[in-house]
């Protein structure tokens, strides 16, 4: 006899996982409050690694279905999403997500609707790359300096580095104008690749 059980995550503890859980039981499934799993933990921890769904795999069983809302509600990185489902799927465990009209994930419809998304989600990091690489070529191109501002002015540096020639140690410069010690010693290290 098939079971069916409920995934509901929020990221932190000030959420509440209640309208979830409410909108799998408007959506027509009945769902045994025992078999309710609760996670909050943040989506981008990979779901074997998050206590409640680990648990939840453990007790699943082949013809077992899983209802999640959202498919953000398995996780926030596509490929563990996908990971997830297949395998669940290996178990004979059926994911139905809400959001995507209640289908079964396992299923062949299923799988095509996770490779559409996985495409759109790939062709969406790919476009962020193109726009962020064109964004970075045309403000160097500009002349704009990329990166953090330097922690030291160039008087500072200047100083800095006469200090350093002086014999001064890079706790006491860092101690000094109130920085790292990275920051004077990749002072230092460009200083000496560069002379």
Known sequence: ???????????????????????????????????????????????????????????????????????????????????????????????HCLALGGVDLTSAAGRMTMNVIASVAEFERDLLIERTQAGLVRAKAEGKTLGRPSALTDAQQKEALRRLEAGESVSSLARSYSTSRTTIQRLRACFSTAG
């Not at 921890?45 to 809302?69: H, N, W, Y």
């Open 1 to 95: 006899m098939s079971r069916t059980f409920a995934y509901a995550r929020v990221s932190t503890s000030d959420q509440t996982t209640d309208n979830q859980v409410r909108e799998i039981e408007a959506a027509g499934f009945k769902v045994d409050p025992r078999r309710i799993v609760t996670d909050t933990i943040s989506g981008s921890v990979a779901a074997m690694d998050r206590p409640g769904f680990a648990k939840l795999v453990d007790r699943l069983e082949s013809g077992d279905a899983l209802i999640v809302t959202k498919l953000d509600r398995l996780g926030r990185n596509v490929m563990d999403i996908r990971a997830t489902v297949e395998m669940l799927a290996a178990q004979g465990v059926r994911v």
